[in-house]
């Protein structure tokens, strides 16, 4: 959708400008770290590679980071922020890239982004993923548009509603080339009691556009967005396939979480269940997706050794049945987006779906397993552990089939001191060990300034 491209830049020049001529005061903060790695083996284990926004690759020996961030506080109380930052690394194909580049102006009622911004990790880097199901950090932030509510809006009493709706860029090196991404989300947030809340909410991805070496140029005008808005067929300018399917590549998940506030802490009881298809939308693989716990304790009124804590059970082997023409969704793949939920060749989602040995297509995608995170600390020490014990049974394929499916178990554990002005220095440690590939054991040595 091309027309969005300058409309988005004049934009965001427009935001600066306006921000600078209203500023009141701002603040800034300028970030810098270094971290060098060892493994026993050629790649580093899992849980040291994983999640971390595209910084580390599996064979990455060292990491050099740095950026700065700053907000600007208008006179009518709205709230311009942004940041800038990149990082270098060794044995991954782009060793030096961006990291997040974005403005984003804040308001009581709207959030705008525009740039390439994370998302915020939900459970202090413990989980299984930093947000959902399909969006767990483990690739670099995606630059395009997002308008959002800054938290849930009240409706009417007891009840208030989540929304965002935005307009991403998939350009990194892919075989369809300039791919664009749809992404819109609502959920319902009830309060319950006055310590107790529900949130129900739907979130919709969807692939478009682009240009492909197989089938040409895919459809990308204004009345293809809106096929692409409402997942519905493709017009007459759509390839045969896309008038027999909804246009482009989609991918969703349900949203279930109940929040229960305590005097010593938060209960987080949750569900995020993933759709590719129609079968998805109803339930039929159902129960796939990540069902956790997460306890957030109560640290401002308590001094408390624990910090947190996340227990979750993962799976994606049901995927609405191995037979049918329901079945076999096939996560994460697509047959005309064949790089599919990927950027920069990594994962987007949940990070135990893998890529094949091409390194181009969805290799494995059927797992099921559990997953212990847990944090503690008491002044400038910071002790973080994760270990994830699953079966990988390998994707629905004939000749992608593990039966009996491989035993893994991935453990991580990290230790930090914060000197305060001086810095924070971080040792990690982390094993592998599994079925089908040797042992692997990996340490690392990291240290990090701040400048505010």
Not at 198 to 203: D, E, P, S, Y
Request: net charge negative; proline share 4%; glycine share 12%.
């Amino acid at each position: 959708m091309r027309f969005f491209q300058p409309k988005i830049k004049c934009f965001g020049a427009l935001l600066l400008f306006s921000a600078f001529s209203f500023a009141q005061e701002y603040n800034y903060q300028a970030t810098g770290g270094v971290r060098v790695f060892k493994s026993s083996q050629q790649n580093l284990p899992f849980w040291m590679q994983a999640n971390t926004n595209g910084a580390v690759g599996a064979g990455t020996n060292f990491l050099v980071d740095g950026g700065l961030s700053g907000q600007l506080m208008l006179n009518n109380g709205w709230q311009l922020s942004g940041k800038a930052s990149l990082f270098y690394r060794d044995e991954v194909p782009d060793e030096l890239q961006r990291d997040e580049l974005y403005a984003q102006l804040d308001t009581p009622w709207l959030s705008v982004v525009i740039g390439s911004r994370r998302n915020e990790d939900r459970f202090d880097g413990l989980g299984l993923v930093q947000d959902n199901f399909l969006l767990s950090g483990n690739a670099r932030a995606l630059p395009g548009l997002l308008v959002e509510a800054p938290s849930p809006q009240r409706i009417f009493k007891g009840v208030a509603l989540d929304w965002g709706i935005g307009h991403y860029s998939l350009n990194d090196e892919r075989f369809v080339e300039d791919v664009l991404l749809h992404f819109k989300r609502l959920a319902a947030v009830i309060t319950l009691s006055p310590r107790t809340t529900l949130k129900a909410g739907i979130q919709h991805y969807a692939q478009w556009g682009g240009n492909s070496p197989e089938r040409g140029k895919q459809p990308s005008g204004f009345s293809d967005f809106i096929d692409i808005f409402f997942a519905s067929q493709g017009s007459d300018s759509a390839s045969d396939t896309d008038r027999a399917n909804a246009l482009g590549n989609h991918l969703g998940i349900y949203e279930l979480e109940v929040n229960h506030r305590t005097t010593y802490g938060n209960l987080r009881f949750y569900h995020s269940h993933p759709f590719e298809d129609g079968s998805g939308t109803r339930l039929k693989n159902f129960p796939d997706g990540i069902w956790g716990f997460y306890y957030d304790p109560n640290t401002e009124d308590y001094t408390s050794l624990f910090k947190g804590l996340v227990v979750e059970y993962f799976q994606t082997t049901d995927q609405s049945g191995a037979t049918g023409d329901a079945g076999r969704d096939n996560y994460f793949r697509s047959g005309v987006y064949r790089s599919g939920w990927t950027y920069d060749g990594n994962i987007l989602g949940l990070p135990f779906i893998t890529m094949d040995e091409t390194g181009l297509e969805i290799g494995n995608n059927r797992v099921r397993g559990i997953h212990l995170g847990l944090s503690a600390g008491r002044g400038s020490w910071l002790i973080y552990t994760k270990a994830t014990a699953y079966e990988n049974f390998g994707s629905f394929r004939l000749d992608n089939r593990i039966d009996p499916p491989q035993q893994i178990l991935n453990t991580f554990v990290g230790f930090e001191y914060d000197f305060k002005k001086y810095g924070s220095v971080n040792l990690q440690a982390a094993a592998d060990w599994g079925d089908g590939f040797r042992d692997t054991y990996g340490v690392s040595l990291g240290y990090r300034i701040s400048i505010q």
